[in-house]
Structure formats: C-alpha cells, structure tokens
C-alpha cells in the first residue's frame, strides 16, 4: 500500500454464460486462455507488475476453482509482508442478512470495511475478464494529473460497433460530459473499459447513499457514474491504446487465441518486461514426434504431438497423436485428439477425447464449435 | 513421511564436465531444457516425504543459489521443512582438499542438529526418478548397515568412465567400490546414492578425516566393505549421469524419445523447477520440427530435428538445427546450420553459417557467445 496508496478490487462474479459449457462450472475469469493462462491471470499480474500491492477478488458464481485460484497470491509475487490477494465472497454481517452481490457497486460496497483496513486514498476498479495489459500506475498519475473524483479508462472502438458499449462524451481536454450506455446513436467511439480509479472518500460517501437508494442497480455504469455526473463531479476518460478483449462468446475467445499466432501481436505475451504469471505446471517442455507437422502454432509445455497442427492454440497437456489433424482450433488443457481424427474451427473443452478417425468442425462454418464431451471414434 | 533427511552431494574431483562446468556446479546444468540437473535429486527427495534437504556446493555457487531460492518451488514445507544450501570456504585454494569429507566436517553442526535418524545421500550430477521411502524400507528390512543404488549397464567400456562400479557378491552384497577402467561392458554403476543410520554417517565422516584430507565418502564407504554390512540395491528406469561432457549431451538426447521419457516422468512424480513465467512457444509458417523437445517462451521459425531447445529461444526462418542440445535464451540466426552441439545459454548464432561437428563427438559453444 505505501508505493501508491491505491487498493484494487477485481469483479469477478461474472458468469459468462454466452460461454455455455466453458462456464458451467468455473466463473469467466476462471476460463483458460492463450495456451497456460486464465484470463484473471491479466488484471492480476497487470496489479503486480503496476506496483499494487492490495487486490480484493470479488467472486460469487461458481467459485470454488476461482476462490482457490487466485488466493495463491504467490503466483502474481503478491505475496509481500505488506501485499496480500484477498478473495471476497458474500458474506453474512452482524447489521445486515446474507445477500449476493446485487450490482457492480454493491459488491464494493458490501467490502467497505475490508477497504477500510487498508485507509487507500485511491480504489481501482477493475474486470476479471478482459484480456489486456496496462500500466495502472500511469493511469493514476494521470488521475491526479487531471484532479479528478474518478478517471474511466477508454479504448476507441469502431463506431459502428459502439453501440455494443458504455460509451463516454468527453469534451477535448478529456473531461467526460456524458455517459451513454449502449446508445442507439452513439455520439462518440470512446468505449468504457470498466476500469475506473476512484477518489476512495468520495465514493465511500457515495456508495453509502446507493446502499439506502431502492431504485437503484447498484451499478456503477448504470448509478454511480451517472450520479456523479449529475452532482458536476469532475470526471476524465484516460485513453488506452493496445490490445483489449472482452471474450463474451464461443467466437470472441476463439479469436482472442488465434490473435496470439501473428508475429508481433499487440498483446506480445513474450515481452519480458511485462510478464503475465499464471500457475506453475510441473510438466516437462513439449514433445513433438517424428511424423509431427507444426505451422502457426501456440504451444505450452505438457503437450505431444505427433499429428498436424496448423493454426492452432494448444494448452497444457494437450495431445495431438499420429495421424490427427487440427486446424483453426483451440485444444483446452488435456484434450487429445486422437490417432486420425481430425478438428476443424473448433474449441475443444479441458479433457475432452476426440476419438479414432472421428471428424468435429466444419472448415467453412461461420461460427466456432465447442465440444465439450467426447466424441467417439473408431474403437 | 519418511524418517530420513537428504543430503545432495556435489560432483568429486574425478569429475568434470569440459566448457559448462567452467560456469557453475553440474546441478545448476541446464536439462531436457526446462530443467536444472539438481531438480531431479531435489524432486526425489520431496516426492518421498523428505522435508529437512542439505545442499552441498563446493564451487561457483551464484547460479545454483539462483535457482533453489528458498526452495519453495520444491513442495517443502515452508514452516517444517528447510532447504538447507551449505557452501565450503575451506579449500578452496587447493583444490584436493575441496572434497565431500571436507564440507561435512566444516558442516558437521549442521548435521547433528538435525532430527532424523536416518539419511539418504544423492548426487546433484545424477538424473533418475526413485523413490527414496522405499528405499528405506528396503534398508531398514534388510537390517544391512549401508545400502547403495545402482544401475546395470552393458556400455561400461564406452560410457560412465569418471563413475564408480560396485563390486557385487550373490547376495547384493557390496565387495568393493572401485573407478571404472573401462575393460568392462556389463557394469553396476555406483550412482552415488547411500542409505544409512545418521550416526553412521558421522562416524565415517569423521574417521574418513583422520585417514586422510583427501578422501572421499565413497572411498571411506569402499574402505568399510569387509567390515560393513553394505549392499547394492538395483535400479530400474532411465538413468543419465552427467560426469562428462559426452555424457551430458547424451543424457539429454536419449529424453527426445518419448517412450524413454515416460521412464523418467511420472505424472504421479512431479520434478518442479523454479517457474520463468515464460509465455507458451509461437511457431510460425515456415517451422518445420520434428522428433524434439521444446521448452515455453521460443519463436520457431526455422528447421529442428531431434533436438532439445531451452526456454526461450529463437530459432529464425532458415535455421536448421539436428541433434543439438540448445540452452535457455540462445539464438539461433537465419541459415544458419548447427549439428551435433551443445549451446550454452544465450550464445547467438549469427555470422557462422555452419556449425557442424562429427558424430560421436559433440561439439560446445560457450555461454554468451556470439559466432
């Protein structure tokens, strides 16, 4: 807490249900990403290389993975006298009943005394599932910089598109005049990250009024932003450029992997000096067989491989064996594809058995496959 | 939970693995790419319940330092458990004073504090998986004094020359431990592995000193085998001993086979290894890999054939590599051809366009080399 004095508090409640399978049992930040990563690996190892040294995990669906996940902080070097990840289930309190996470402030609010501990001068906000990185000390500075209550990062997204978002209207030295959340016609392509630096005081006082309010959401896009707008708080968007995804679907996240396969992507997961840490596998390096063919490939340890991969991105201990082929796919940790099977645009889920010869994918469809039970081959 | 601390003992004066040893000790030798040859003792011993593990180093510590830390990354718990690394100042000067008997007796407080009763000594220069609790059932059914491990091999004239043999009667009985001339293809190699009573161990240290200031463990051990109850237990499964340079290169290159692998690696018997936090490994268009191991963190662009290649290394469009041992964070530029070498860790391969040695005689780049 002494570098900055900011505390940072990660949403992760979010189910991701347009992830179907994916997310029946582990919540969205919990779903594997980019070979051996899961996508809390991202905000989370972005804290520690930011020098944050506090983060609240805020979890609530299917969290037993997600809980045990990320409370060993060690993973992320959050592990320090004075650095510690704090996982944030609901709970029951003395003066209130057991109750979910009812919005996005709500969750912060219902850990007021947790942040209370730490006394920061400044909370980040941040989302457990979006894949990206950036430096929150430089959005700080940039916060007082500006001598704002509370700064939203943004991204310019096509316009066409920005009607999917929270779009902000900021006059030109980047104070935000208005909040858009999903307009029809939007006025602006700045879209909001969910990534927001609040002065604490400030939004202390405010989340303690939204608790009484019956109308509202408890939501800071839908409530407390606008609130405090309308209480002419001075509020500014810090502009973010690089690589931002927020993987809502089958497709999205299938595109988020098959991004990391361009030389000198925008995400540069091999940058040394912005590391993304994740678990520690104890798997040796990858094998790859004498009737191996290997092009365009993203490939972790534990894998082997004696078939074809093309196009592919294949997590840890994956198995690709003779004969097989996979192509435009994603195989999640453990999957095998077994000898003469063959895989096309598909994602095939952790563990899942492509049998003997069996054929999953079409080459030429428009949306991804995701298999998620085995599929039976020649026995 | 075994009833026993491990000591891991560091590689003697009868060997010396020619360029990489220059650098540091033979445990910190990177292995099979992602490796460090000490992780497979270390693994060893935490898989079988042995919390309380010595470190012995006897020279260029810095690199093995590194890579132990506290030892957390081993699975010994934090709070009961220790990782005990115990450097020896005294004879650094004069190299044949700088032996094991020297670093236990200047260790010897060391020993006595700890609280088991027995030990199991390994080597940091040795690859193998084994289960050291067994073992000591093994050692305790048998109610022999010692018991020592080791492995039957048929190459003993070619291989394993700087190892030592055991001398065996019917019964495993250990008759004597003696250097391997060599005039033999059917050897049990001494893989440097003891079990024994920790009071034992401190008597042949001690008496070991008072022959001589030159001997060794395994030559007081040797010296007992008339009067000891010592015996040899055989071990089974893939066995690589770096005790040379020839030996390093091909305890490495018998692992690109996978069904040799599967007799090291066990799923059930994790070998950790401190994390580099490298990102998985991106193989582009023009990659053609076959019949190889390959660590996280690589840009592959180029040809590699039965090769191992380290953690984060680069091998460009029109590299060719076959049969190499490429360590962690080397660069391997465009057309060039390396063949049968070891490169040492980030050695960039740049201006020579080949770099090809004969079989049988693997050739050696130096650590931080540009060619």
């Known amino acids: ?379 | 939970m075994a009833n026993a601390f491990g000591i891991i003992n560091f590689s003697g004066r009868n060997i010396w693995v020619e360029g990489m040893q220059s650098y540091r000790p033979i445990g910190a030798f990177s292995f099979l790419g992602r490796y460090r040859v000490i992780d497979f003792p270390i693994s060893n011993m935490t898989n079988s319940g042995i919390d309380h593990i010595q470190v012995y180093i006897r020279r260029k510590p810095r690199s093995l330092i590194e890579h132990l830390g506290t030892g957390r990354h081993y699975n010994i718990n934090s709070k009961r458990g220790k990782l005990h690394i115990l450097f020896s100042e005294n004879g650094m000067d004069r190299d044949i004073y700088n032996n094991d008997i020297a670093a236990f007796i200047e260790n010897m407080g060391c020993i006595e504090r700890v609280n088991y009763p027995y030990v199991i000594i390994a080597p940091s220069y040795m690859v193998y998986s084994m289960d050291y609790d067994s073992l000591l059932r093994t050692h305790i059914d048998s109610g022999a004094d010692i018991t020592l491990l080791y492995h039957s091999v048929d190459n003993a004239r070619e291989a394993y020359l700087s190892c030592n043999i055991l001398e065996l009667n019917r019964q495993k009985g250990v008759n004597a431990i003696l250097p391997n001339h060599g005039n033999a293809k059917n050897r049990n190699i001494f893989m440097d592995t003891y079990v024994m009573k920790k009071e034992l161990f401190i008597e042949l240290v001690n008496k070991a000193h008072k022959l001589s200031s030159a001997y060794s463990l395994a030559d007081v051990v040797s010296d007992e085998c008339g009067e000891l109850d010592i015996r040899g237990v055989a071990h089974r499964g893939y066995f690589g001993s770096i005790t040379d340079f020839e030996s390093y290169y091909a305890a490495n290159m018998a692992l690109v086979d996978s069904k040799t692998a599967m007799n090291l690696f066990d799923e059930n018997w994790p070998i950790y290894t401190r994390t580099n936090d490298s990102s998985p490994t991106q193989y582009f268009e023009t990659s053609e890999v076959k019949n190889s191991v390959v660590s996280n963190g690589c840009i592959i662009e180029g040809t590699v054939e039965n090769s191992i290649i380290g953690r984060g290394c680069t091998i460009h469009s029109g590299a060719v590599v076959k049969n190499s041992v490429i360590l962690p964070g080397a660069e391997i530029g465009k057309n060039v051809h390396v063949d049968n070498y070891v490169v040492d860790k980030n050695a960039r391969l740049i201006r020579t366009k080949e770099i090809v040695a004969e079989t049988g005689h693997p050739g050696y780049i130096r650590r931080d080399d540009v060619l």
């Open chain 1, 1 to 379: 807490m002494k570098q900055n004095n900011m505390l940072a508090m990660i949403l992760a409640g979010g189910r991701g249900t347009r992830l179907h399978e994916l997310t029946k049992k582990v919540a969205k930040p919990a779903v594997s990403y980019g070979g051996k990563y899961r996508i809390i690996d991202f905000p989370l190892s972005n804290c520690a290389n930011s020098g944050i040294d506090v983060v609240g995990v805020l979890t609530q669906y299917e969290s037993i993975l997600l809980n045990s996940y990320v409370a060993a902080g060690r993973r992320w070097g959050l592990d320090a006298k004075d650095s510690g990840v704090y996982v944030l289930p609901p709970r029951e309190k003395a003066d209130a009943n057991l109750d979910v996470y009812r919005g996005t402030a709500d969750a912060i609010s219902q850990n007021i005394d947790f942040i209370d501990s730490y006394s920061p001068d400044y909370l980040l906000i941040l989302s457990g599932d979006h894949i990206y990185k950036m430096d929150y000390s430089e959005m700080l500075a940039h916060h007082k910089a500006c001598g704002a209550d509370a700064t939203i990062a943004v991204i310019e997204v096509p316009l066409k598109e920005a009607s999917r978002f929270g779009i902000m209207n900021a006059n030109e030295t980047g104070r935000i005049v208005e909040f858009e959340e999903k307009p029809k016609e939007p006025k602006s392509n700045l879209a909001s990250m969910g990534i927001y630096i609040f002065d604490w005081k400030l939004l202390r006082k405010m989340l303690m009024a939204d608790i009484k309010n019956p109308d509202s959401n408890h939501d800071f896009g839908k409530d407390i932003i606008p609130e405090m707008l309308r209480d002419g708080r001075s509020l500014y968007t810090y502009k973010f450029q690089g690589y931002w995804k927020d993987v809502g679907t089958i497709d999205s996240l299938w595109e988020a992997n098959m991004d990391l396969l361009d030389k000198n992507n925008a995400l540069d997961l091999s940058d040394n000096s912005w590391k993304i840490y994740t678990e520690d596998v104890t798997t040796p390096p990858h094998y790859i067989g004498p009737n191996a063919d290997i092009k365009r490939a993203f490939i972790t340890q534990g894998c082997i491989l004696d078939g074809e991969v093309k196009n592919s991105v294949l997590f840890t201990n994956a198995k690709v064996m003779t004969g097989a082929k996979v192509y435009d796919s994603v195989l999640m940790p453990g999957a095998v594809v077994e000898e003469g099977a063959v895989v096309h645009r598909a994602i095939i889920a952790d563990g899942v058995k492509i049998g003997k010869n069996a054929v999953v994918g079409d080459p030429n469809s428009e949306h991804i496959e995701l298999i998620s039970k085995r599929v039976k081959g020649d026995e």
